[in-house]
């Protein structure tokens, strides 16, 4: 509660200093007009989770800074991605304001032209707060935002960094350090394997298609890049074989039985039971494992950067943002619904709470917010290192949903002792035409 | 009005042929409204669907006519050929466990024993649930770490399983779940069967010397048999098109060891948004149950006959 607090005390300041200039007469420079579109009315359509729920909280906030009616509903991440695309293909979207996925339909909705150009918007200081540009945004969440030709499509709104889980009782009791390399990694989850007592060195996602998420993560420290100058997907290359023998030898050799058919819930639920020592997967599990009625493991678990590959080290990275359907009769207001969405103040209670990491710097290097994060001191510091060696973790690409299946079925069947190099050649061959068709279109 | 329907039906009398049942044409309005409401619901999205599998149409492109070619991919398609002998043998197990079973559990609830109003409450409840929700449940208890199921099985000294989280045992895991909740509709319909049974054919059997196992196979199998097809014709077809529990408990996984047809055609249609190509999974899929429920029909009208005696 003392957040909100000090967020509206904010915000009130920022109305009076607006005031005070207008009394003064000093006019050095234009502010914001919040109240310009009020009366008008947005509909949005939301992706289930903690950032709908962070917007949903608080939108009486905007209403009473706008006097915009705002119209939300939060639909389950599948669901409201399969019906977002179906209705801007129409298009007639029943939606002003859409939550986006990057990491699957950035290059979609770039192609499909569904999406409004804010950049004019951000240029004009009557429409944007002078504390939002595009500087403070993070790398990965302009490389997100932004088309090839440098419009603004979206604001980036909150930012999955993949991050190393680990069990400190169990590290203490094996006397294993905490690794710094993949290789380390490995060896450390061998030491912490007691299959007769049943508990296991590494876990993570084995299922076909969520495992892409944990695989790239190894890709990418093996060297690896997903597309070559021309748009070749390149996953069937040195590194993707390397990438996967690494895969293959920690799920099949210290993780527990039955890893293959493990989503993140699977993986968690082994993890907060103790009988997990090591777990890579989203920087926004902290919540679940700091909660004592959901996890053993309340204060004993570390947060961590991904280690370190041969080749580098990178920390897989997703995200989603917050755009405007082209189509929209209201896109000035919705753009003032899409600033306030990613505000320092709505992205200070999504981080204090856990629910999300905001792609700003701004926020992440703020003193009093930090001091408010709920999570412990170690998860914030494995984000804030995390933000430093971020790297897109799946391919811009339109059948990113494709590529995950083909190749993470691939993946998962090294699994149960195939190849990795035919396995990822096979893969390899039955996506390169779906790509090809897809960008040919 | 009144004279050109007068008109009309004078016409089409005339031209009807004797002794075929009229219907006069001041009946039509009250048609009408159902008419509109089967052609735009039913008639119309076949034949859209059967169209949209003649063009290559992905969600956000132009469309292009390609005739057949959606269709010739299938064949071509491992993971459609895959999924095939998927939705075949999970059928087939989904239909036949649970049809032996609830025909086993109808006999023995038929009979007379203490408590048997609240044992056959119990019996029925997994019926009740929400299947997205037992599927949470189950997973949960299928985990090879933690699950409830590998537990019980250490009691008696077997050692852990892995269930749904391996190639080979997936498909018998979810037909477990499968028979654990559709086992009780299959005793509720056979049950019904047997109640209505005659005592007569009985206590001659017994006069003669039957035993419990003769009685059953020789009287009552055969009376309660057509209460079993309808039975297994329901199973057959929820089986088929089963979805929300595989899709809940492994999305098809792991790798696709899982996916039956209509998983495959989730994902082609929504999730890669090749709605062409999935149209025409769609219609081999439709075409399939087609076949499938003429064959249930065929055999049920035989079980009918058999009943009825020759020379019926």
């Not at chain 1, 103040?345 to 994060?373: C, W």
């Not at chain 2, 499968?178 to 001659?204: F, H, K, N, R």
Request: aromatic share 12%; with cysteine.
């Amino acid at each position: 509660m003392k957040d909100h607090r000090i967020s509206r005390r904010a915000v009130l300041a920022g109305s009076a200093a607006a005031g005070a200039y207008v009394l003064t007469g000093i006019p050095a420079r234009a502010e914001v007009n919040w109240k310009k579109y009020a009366g008008t009315r947005l509909e949005v359509i939301l992706a289930k989770g903690p950032r709908g729920d962070n917007l949903q909280k608080y939108i009486k906030e905007f209403t009473a800074l706008t006097g915009i009616e705002v119209e939300s509903e939060q639909i389950p991440e599948q669901q409201q991605r399969q019906k977002a695309v179906i209705e801007l293909a129409s298009g007639k979207p029943s939606f002003d304001v859409i939550h986006l996925s990057y990491h699957v339909q950035k290059r979609q909705f770039e192609k499909g032209g569904w999406l409004a150009d804010m950049t004019p918007y951000m240029k004009d200081p009557t429409m944007t707060a002078p504390d939002l540009v595009e500087s403070d945004f993070s790398a990965a969440g302009l490389q997100y935002a932004k088309n090839d030709k440098g419009q603004m499509l979206s604001l980036p709104w909150s930012v999955d960094y993949f991050i190393l889980y680990y069990n400190k009782e169990l590290f203490a009791k094996k006397g294993v350090a905490v690794p710094k390399t993949l290789d380390e990694m490995a060896a450390a989850a061998e030491k912490l394997t007691d299959a007769k007592d049943g508990t296991f060195g590494f876990v993570g996602r084995g299922l076909r298609n969520a495992n892409m998420t944990l695989w790239t993560n190894f890709f990418l420290n093996y060297g690896g890049e997903f597309l070559d100058g021309k748009g070749n997907i390149l996953t069937d290359g040195p590194e993707a074989i390397e990438a996967t023998k690494l895969y293959q030898r920690l799920l099949t050799k210290v993780a527990p039985p039955g890893v293959a058919g493990f989503n993140w819930m699977e993986s968690m639920a082994s993890f907060t039971q103790g009988r997990s020592a090591m777990w890579i997967d989203g920087v926004g599990w902290a919540p679940p494992l700091e909660d004592p009625n959901a996890s053993r493991i309340v204060g004993k678990v570390g947060y961590t950067v991904v280690p370190a590959g041969p080749k580098g080290q990178y920390s897989a990275t997703y995200g989603d943002g917050i755009g405007i359907a082209a189509a929209s009769k209201n896109k000035e207001a919705a753009y003032l619904l899409c600033q306030w969405a990613v505000s320092k103040a709505q992205g200070a209670r999504l981080l204090q709470a856990g629910g999300g990491v905001p792609f700003r710097n701004s926020i992440l290097n703020d003193e009093e917010i930090r001091k408010g994060v709920k999570m412990p001191a170690e998860w914030l510091q494995s984000v804030i290192d995390s933000a430093k060696i971020s790297k897109l973790g799946l391919p811009v690409i339109i059948p990113v949903a494709e590529f995950r299946d083909l190749v993470g079925a691939g993946v998962t069947a090294t699994l149960s002792g195939a190849d990795p190099a035919t396995e990822l050649k096979k893969a390899h061959e039955q996506f390169r035409p779906i790509l090809e068709r897809s960008e040919k279109a | 009005m009144s004279t050109l329907t007068e008109a009309t039906s004078a016409t089409a009398s005339a031209e009807a042929a004797p002794g075929r049942e009229w219907r006069p044409p001041s009946y039509w309005p009250f048609v009408i409204p159902a008419l509109v409401v089967v052609l735009a619901i039913i008639v119309f999205p076949w034949l859209f669907t059967i169209w949209m599998s003649f063009n290559e149409w992905k969600v956000g492109s132009p469309t292009t006519f390609v005739g057949l070619a959606n269709y010739v991919r299938l064949p071509n398609d491992p993971r459609f050929v895959e999924a095939v002998g998927h939705t075949v043998v999970y059928t087939a197990l989904s239909v036949l466990l649970p049809v032996i079973l609830g025909t086993f559990a109808a006999v023995v609830f038929h009979a007379r024993f203490p408590f048997r109003g609240i044992l056959r409450a119990i019996f029925i409840m997994p019926m009740m649930a929400t299947p997205v929700a037992i599927a949470l449940v189950w997973t949960m208890m299928f985990h090879p770490q933690l699950g409830v199921l590998n537990y019980l099985l250490s009691l008696v000294g077997i050692g852990p399983q892995l269930w749904v989280f391996h190639p080979a045992t997936v498909i018998p895991s979810l037909v477990l779940v499968e028979t654990w909740q559709w086992t009780p509709l299959v005793m509720l319909i056979v049950l019904g069967g047997i109640a209505a049974l005659p005592t007569e054919p009985y206590e001659s059997a017994q006069i003669d010397g039957a035993g419990i196992w003769q009685m059953f196979r020789y009287i009552t199998l055969p009376l309660i048999l057509p209460f079993v097809f309808i039975a297994a014709m329901i199973r057959t077809i929820d089986a088929v098109k089963s979805f929300d529990i595989i899709f809940a408990i492994t999305q098809g996984g792991p790798g696709s060891a899982s996916e039956t047809i209509n998983v495959y055609l989730y994902s082609v249609a929504f999730v890669y948004y090749d709605l062409g190509y999935g149209s025409a999974i769609a219609v081999i899929f439709f075409a399939l149950i087609i076949v499938l429920a003429a064959v249930l029909l065929y055999l049920r009208q035989r079980t009918l006959w058999t009943e009825i005696g020759p020379g019926a």
